[in-house]
């Protein structure tokens, strides 16, 4: 039978490997009788382990989060993948790297001697992608914030702080139709959304987000959001475009055709020199026609969402096709004309998708 300090750490390590274990069976595993598994239960809790005992025809074990955080086990791999991960965390912009320095130094002196080596010998330098970093690091409270709504699956209430486009000629203005960057530019003010995902992306983080006023998807700054209490209802979640956040947040960020994949692709002429709109706008193919005009080939996921795009640039717009991004800035000429007014915009049919 092994020493009781050896049997302790075993019999955590299969009490963190599985959720819930038969009494007998722990017996077994550990070649104990049942009445020594209570005892070394017993000392487990004296150490601040929260095991618990299930009921049922045999009875069993359960190691349940507790109100402080006990030593953890972890094996080779384990132990290696979490000093890469502290390692990278810089690159996330979630305000975390002075904690995260200090955990790796925590589980580096606890480490045997080979793994200790292997992760030196495996130093990694997160490094983001050129001409992109976070210029504002998003509030580690706010990110635990959006991530329990997404996992309760409840209506987030926030404000939402309007980013700035430095050379605009008037208003603040101009990326891509619902691009991920192009919503960080989208009106500020209150909003109400159903948040399905948190990402990062060029070490900034971001909200992915059903839009319940503007019934679109949108991706949100984490940075710029100030979140509300208490949150809405519990909603039913939708189905992300193409099925997969990875592929969706990637395609918004680094279409290389101006349509990235996405349904409706449209082409204009606008009055501003190419090296204006190409700079604000990172997911279309920009031309330049003359000093102070250019053609922009641009994807999004709705025509009215590529012409409400297209209209953030303070300039005059030529649609050279197709008929339906002439069908969408017609109906969102209605509308606005009607918000104007304070009149109702009527019953207008929204433009096909492709």
């Known amino acids: 039978m092994p020493k009781t300090s050896a049997r302790l750490l075993t019999l955590l390590s299969l009490l963190q490997a599985r959720r819930d274990w038969p009494g007998q069976a722990l017996a077994e595993r550990l070649e104990v009788s049942p009445r020594t598994v209570r005892r070394d239960v017993d000392r487990l809790r004296e150490l601040g382990y929260p095991v618990a005992a299930t009921k049922g025809p045999d009875g069993g074990y359960r190691l349940d989060a507790g109100t402080e955080l006990p030593p953890l086990l972890f094996d080779d791999d384990q132990a290696v993948a979490l000093a890469v991960a502290l390692q990278t965390v810089t690159s996330t912009g979630a305000g975390i790297q002075e904690a995260a320095a200090r955990a790796l130094n925590t589980v580096r002196q606890v480490m045997p001697a080979r793994l200790r080596h292997r992760v030196d010998a495996l130093r990694v330098t997160a490094v983001g992608r050129a001409g992109t970093g976070p210029d504002t690091e998003a509030d580690s409270r706010v990110l635990m914030t959006l991530g329990a709504a997404v996992q309760a699956r409840e209506v987030l209430r926030f404000d939402y702080a309007r980013g700035s486009v430095p050379g605009a000629q008037s208003a603040p203005g101009a990326l891509g139709a619902q691009g991920a960057v192009g919503a960080d530019l989208d009106a500020a003010g209150a909003r109400r959304a159903e948040p399905h995902h948190l990402v990062t992306w060029g070490g900034r983080w971001y909200l992915v987000a059903w839009d319940l006023d503007r019934d679109d998807w949108r991706t949100f700054r984490v940075d710029r959001i100030t979140p509300r209490t208490p949150r809405g209802p519990r909603f039913t979640p939708r189905e992300l475009p193409g099925g997969e956040v990875a592929a969706f947040v990637a395609d918004r960020f680094q279409g ?8 409706c692709t449209g082409e204009v002429i606008l009055d501003l020199p190419a090296s204006v709109v190409s700079t604000y706008t990172r997911d279309g193919v920009v031309e330049e026609l003359g000093p102070d005009r250019c ?60």
């Open 256 to 263: 290389s055709d101006g349509s990235g994949g996405r349904p």
């Open 295 to 354: 053609r922009l080939v641009l994807g999004a996921w709705s025509w009215p969402g590529l012409a409400a795009g297209l209209g953030r640039f303070d300039a005059d717009i030529q649609v050279i096709g197709p008929t339906e991004l002439k069908d969408a800035f017609a109906l969102l000429a209605r509308r606005y004309a009607a918000a104007a007014t304070d009149g109702p915009a009527g019953t207008v049919a929204p433009p096909p998708s492709r």
